[in-house]
């Protein structure tokens, strides 16, 4: 795609300390800030200072662009021996730029200079010295490699100049002064350099919403759902990588009227949001894989209680603590089916980052309308990765659907959960006159009594279980979208997640190949969209089913609840999906179907 | 005890217990407990309690665990929540950081409290939460018909210790003082009158207050925590005791041969509520805060 506009993707790679992370997001917020689409992930060690290699990638189009390219067409080291097993990723006529100088001697093949290819094209910088004579520091090569590429692709030096200024407001003036040198000393020398037709960009599209876009993590994305959705109280325990939203809603929801709890472990914070949900108010905890495993038996209170609660899971590798800095999707068993029971839950999974907003507050009406957990399921790689969105004109998100004690009109002792026409009950807060009941984890009747009367347990599983297909219809949500070609194909992709972006890129790409083929996204997980995952598996010749897990537990749901059979597709690196990789099999599929 | 006995007539009894209108905070669901059992006189002194300090039925909440005291909601005419072993007091929590101007009271048994829901208590008191916490501590696992619990004493014998236990019992008062929870009491299931005075005293403070309950389990120990041994066992604090002096409440706390009954500590200190209003004045720039950061 993208054959016409923009479409340059800058890998920075440096050790932990180089100020790597600081480069990509100085460089990823300016060019969204000059109206380019961004899409942007970093990859850092587990360790915080020391010897970790880290990776800034930053893809900035003109098109909407659905994930990061796997050739970068521009490599910006900081630590040749981190960025040399990285060259390969850079495209034929793609630019490495690297310190001409290194300070001390280096072994037999330990300069950059040695390993780019014939093909590439080398700009090599004395990053340091510039550093050292603008600034009387090397801490600033990083933002002399900045000023250089600004100057090499004449990108307007100023947008770089404001992020700046921004990022190091909080410390002291001469910072900002002597980073902003740091950027026009490199700036200059960029400028001077010799270039390729390669190098070079396209102008930002200007729409006439780009005033309005802004950039953000899923996370990012995810706290302003909540608070758009008027979150009411949030506890939180910290955990990789879902810590950023606790971090965030500590500082933001106290501004909204809102209370954040740092607590003892994650089932006092599961546990105190079930305990805030049973009050009526909107109430979230934020964690991974592991401390989603600690909170299988408090969810499973709230599908027998009834009690609305929102539980965002950003994954990481597993099992046990696994990779904390790794992606990976393979908590959607734990998600699905964690606990004790029947205990069926809602279950939704974002495929981008506006997805993250949306969802995040979506799910917070499911949760009160439903009076269910709902859990959302995001990932390492949608949690940390930029994209730039557009946010909404207004509020999308409904403050109150709670069906509430006037929805009954009994005599008598009133029935919490009393079964009805949608299986949802009228609801009593604590504090309604008149309401006055007890919530059990014990299999209960109808008044909340406890009761193991065998047709009643048999009743009330099926109300539970039953009142959550009203959310296969939930009002303003996408369940699951199809995209690519209409009516029958050869191959068909189910996706689900962060991975989506992947393969709708490879879609696409297989598309341009001539291979008909289509795509689903299935962002509700559970209840499952059976009919509409079945009408779109009969258009398709094959179905193949890509995720960033080592089982295939996606299409292990897919197949076991519909009983098809599925190509899977797993990958359980670490690393985000390759558009490659699936491109790949969706043409060995496609020529499978033709011979 | 040595008072003279003096006739009851049942008519006049019924119209006592009548008329001053506790009976209305207790359900129509009769307790589940075994006859005898020392629940009954917590039931009877939270009912009178919440009766006294009129606290409106829709207003309270009690939040449970797991075991037979964890039954408690459901005799009661208030919001109650029934919920997860050991997870009494991260719900207590969570309700109250949502709707601070519910009372809520937090009830379970010792295995509740100090062996799977160990790890939350000290994190409710230090937080100064504002729930009254009441533990009935009967010495065993009663629901599931009388194992050991992290209350009972060394070398008894229960169905999951028959060669005796070796383990020593907890001292909770003394862990609930170096918790920094701002009210400790202790009360006897036996002294119904001083049970019902001192849950209501908890009930009136204004922060984490913990009352520990003394109460027989008449069905599964009949040797170690019956009536008859705590009845020779318990005593007052002494007349002078200061409740303001931590060291001198733990000093007492360690004589757990001869548990004494009464308020052991009391301080007042912000609570949970207070430091999270601070916050939001803070974020809002609405006060004058001590931290320099100021960032927009």
């Known amino acids: ?595 | 005890m040595t008072e003279p006995l003096k006739p009851v007539y049942l008519e006049d009894k019924l119209n006592e217990v009548r008329g001053d209108g506790h009976l209305r905070y207790r359900s129509s669901s009769l307790p589940t407990w075994c006859p005898g059992c020392g629940y009954f006189s917590v039931a009877e002194g939270v009912a009178t309690a919440l009766n006294r300090l009129k606290v409106p039925l829709k207003d309270a909440v009690i939040v449970s665990g797991i075991g037979c005291a964890s039954r408690f909601p459901f005799f009661m005419e208030t919001y109650g929540f029934h919920t997860l072993h050991g997870r009494t007091l991260p719900v207590a929590t969570g309700v109250k950081v949502a709707n601070d101007a519910l009372t809520v009271l937090a009830v379970g048994g010792d295995g509740d409290a100090f062996a799977i829901g160990g790890g939350h208590i000290p994190h409710a008191a230090r937080r100064n939460a504002d729930i009254t916490y009441m533990v009935f501590d009967n010495g065993i696992y009663g629901l599931t018909k009388g194992q050991t619990s992290p209350t009972s004493v060394e070398g008894f014998v229960t169905p999951s210790t028959p060669y005796e236990s070796h383990d020593r019992p907890l001292n909770p008062l003394m862990m609930l003082l170096s918790y920094g929870a701002s009210w400790v009491g202790q009360a006897y299931a036996g002294r119904p009158h001083h049970l019902t005075d001192m849950i209501a005293e908890a009930v009136a403070h204004r922060g984490f207050s913990y009352l520990h309950i003394l109460s027989p389990c008449v069905t599964f120990d009949k040797t170690e925590m019956t009536y008859a041994n705590l009845d020779v066992r318990v005593r007052d604090l002494p007349a002078d005791h200061d409740p303001s002096d931590r060291l001198v409440a733990m000093e007492q706390a360690t004589r757990a041969e001869a548990p004494a009954l009464g308020l052991f500590y009391r301080e007042e200190r912000p609570t949970l509520i207070d430091g999270m209003n601070d916050i939001a004045a803070r974020a809002t720039g609405k006060a004058s805060g001590k931290g320099k950061k100021n960032k927009k």
């Open chain 1, 1 to 595: 795609m993208n054959k016409n506009g923009t479409d340059i993707q800058f890998a920075v790679i440096g050790s932990a300390g180089d100020g790597t992370i600081a480069a990509g997001d100085i460089l990823k917020r300016a060019m969204a800030g000059l109206g380019y689409k961004v899409i942007a992930f970093d990859i850092y060690p587990a360790e915080i200072r020391g010897f970790g290699k880290c990776i800034s990638r930053v893809r900035i189009t003109t098109e909407q662009a659905y994930s990061l390219k796997r050739h970068s067409d521009v490599l910006i080291s900081l630590d040749d021996s981190y960025a040399i097993p990285h060259v390969g990723e850079v495209r034929d006529y793609g630019a490495v730029i690297y310190e001409s100088s290194p300070i001390a001697r280096l072994p037999e093949g330990g300069h950059m200079t040695a390993h780019v290819k014939p093909s590439q094209l080398p700009y090599g910088m004395q990053v340091r010295s510039i550093s050292e004579r603008v600034t009387a520091s090397a801490r600033s090569r990083n933002i002399v490699v900045l000023g250089y590429l600004a100057g090499l692709y004449g990108i307007d030096p100023q947008a770089f100049r404001e992020i700046i200024a921004d990022k190091f407001r909080t410390k002291a003036q001469a910072v900002t002064v002597q980073n902003t040198a740091a950027f026009d000393a490199g700036y200059e020398v960029g400028q001077s350099v010799f270039k390729l037709d390669d190098v070079q960009l396209g102008p930002p599209v200007r729409k006439g919403d780009s005033g309005k876009v802004t950039m953000m993590t899923g996370n990012g994305a995810v706290v302003r759902g909540c608070i758009d959705a008027g979150l009411d109280t949030f506890f939180g325990y910290p955990i990789t990588p879902a810590t950023t939203i606790l971090e965030r809603l500590a500082a933001e929801l106290p501004k909204h009227g809102g209370r954040v709890l740092q607590t003892e472990d994650e089932i006092s914070a599961i546990a105190a949001t079930i305990g805030a949900g049973y009050t009526g108010a909107r109430a979230a905890t934020a964690t991974s894989g592991p401390g989603l495993a600690l909170m299988t038996e408090m969810l499973g209170l709230g599908v027998m209680g009834e009690v609305p609660s929102v539980v965002f899971v950003s994954q990481r590798g597993g099992p046990s603590t696994g990779m904390p800095t790794k992606t990976e999707q393979s908590d959607l068993n734990l998600a699905v089916f964690g606990g004790a029971g029947d205990a069926q839950r809602i279950v939704l999974a974002p495929t981008n980052v506006e997805g993250c907003y949306r969802t995040a507050g979506k799910a917070f009406e499911m949760a009160e309308k439903y009076q269910t957990p709902v859990v959302v399921l995001l990932d390492l790689y949608l949690s940390n990765r930029y994209e730039t969105v557009i946010p909404p004109d207004a509020n999308p998100f409904a403050p109150n659907l709670n069906k509430g004690l006037d929805a009954w009109r009994g005599d008598g002792e009133y029935p919490r959960f009393a079964d009805t026409d949608d299986h949802i009950s009228p609801r009593a807060l604590p504090g309604e006159e008149g309401g006055m009941h007890t919530v059990t984890g014990l299999e209960h009747n109808q008044l909340g009594k406890p009761s193991d009367a065998p047709e009643n347990h048999l009743a009330m599983n099926a109300k539970r279980h039953r009142k959550l297909d009203g959310a296969l219809s939930h009002p303003d949500f996408t369940i699951c979208k199809r995209f690519g070609d209409e009516g029958p194909v050869d191959v068909g992709i189910l996706g689900w997640g962060s991975t989506f972006g992947e393969i709708l890129e490879a879609m696409f790409a297989a598309q341009d190949e001539g291979i008909r083929c289509s795509a689903m996204k299935v962002v509700m997980l559970s209840p499952l969209p059976k009919e509409r995952i079945v009408a779109f598996m009969d258009d398709c010749g094959t179905v193949l089913v890509p995720e960033l897990n080592y089982e295939g537990q996606f299409a292990n749901l897919i197949s076991g609840a519909l009983g098809r059979p599925v190509t899977k597709l797993t990958r359980s690196t670490g690393a985000p999906m390759q558009v490659e990789e699936i491109l790949a099999e969706i043409r060995r599929l496609a020529q499978a179907k033709a011979a």
